[in-house]
């Protein structure tokens, strides 16, 4: 069965830092993945996805993402934050050969002004 | 274009009793899910329609929740009884084929007393 595991529950940064939030998968065929992001008081809203070709993703508001097939991993990185970006972040894996997307657990990201 | 419309946004009832949740997803969608959020997790998958047939359901508690789509439009999420464990947030997304990018709505936020 196909599960998805977010490192970081809660991150804390200062604005312009740099951010990374790891996601690594388990499943050993072809997978499509995704970030998705929710704002407070919003829905859950697409970031970035990947399905195939270059793995160096880029997603909405400077996000980008690179999936590495070695490490099962679809990391999301941000090179300058800003106050905007806090939000709740959820990495989510789909088997290529089913419709099911599982979500991780999410990480939440609160930005310091 | 119209996003996927829940209903209620919130619900408080007592253990034992039973509620209903009603999802109108984007039209031309094909595809509907139900997942449920608990407080500090990702969202779990409870069922996946493919226009009116189930496609997934092995993560829905058969014995107290169901789920129908009638007519491959709207959808009821059902719950009878009640747990308190059942105290979550039920969301609704729909996609137009398959596992592209789900559009989710708002959430029904659950509270059982």
């Known amino acids: 069965a196909q599960s998805v595991s977010q490192h970081n529950h809660h991150v804390i940064l200062s604005e312009a830092a740099s951010l990374e939030l790891g996601c690594n998968y388990s499943y050993g065929g072809t997978v499509n993945l995704f970030w998705y992001v929710q704002y407070p008081g919003q829905h859950l809203q697409l970031l970035l996805k990947y399905f195939s070709g270059d793995p160096l993703v880029k997603g909405i508001k400077g996000f980008e993402a690179e999936f590495i097939k070695s490490k099962f991993s679809f990391n999301l990185r941000k090179p300058s934050v800003q106050w905007s970006d806090t939000a709740e972040y959820f990495c989510?894996?789909?088997?290529?050969?089913?419709?099911?997307?599982?979500f991780g657990k999410g990480t939440r990201l609160h930005i310091l002004p | 274009e119209a996003g996927v419309a829940q209903s209620p946004r919130y619900k408080i009832i007592e253990k034992r009793q039973s509620v209903a949740f009603w999802c109108n997803p984007i039209?031309?969608?094909?595809?509907l899910y139900w997942y449920q959020q608990i407080l500090g997790q990702g969202p779990k998958l409870l069922i996946q329609?493919?226009?009116?047939?189930?496609?997934?359901d092995s993560q829905l508690p058969k014995d107290r929740f169901s789920a129908e789509r009638l007519k491959g439009v709207d959808s009821t999420l059902k719950i009878q009884p009640a747990k308190l464990e059942d105290s979550a947030v039920y969301l609704c997304?729909?996609?137009?084929?398959?596992?592209?990018?789900?559009?989710f709505g708002e959430g029904s936020r659950l509270t059982v007393l």
């Open positions: 989510a894996v789909n088997a290529a050969r089913d419709d099911k997307i599982i």
């Open positions: 997304a729909s996609s137009f084929r398959g596992a592209g990018e789900l559009f």
């Open positions: 039209s031309g969608h094909a595809t």
């Open positions: 329609f493919q226009n009116n047939g189930v496609v997934d």
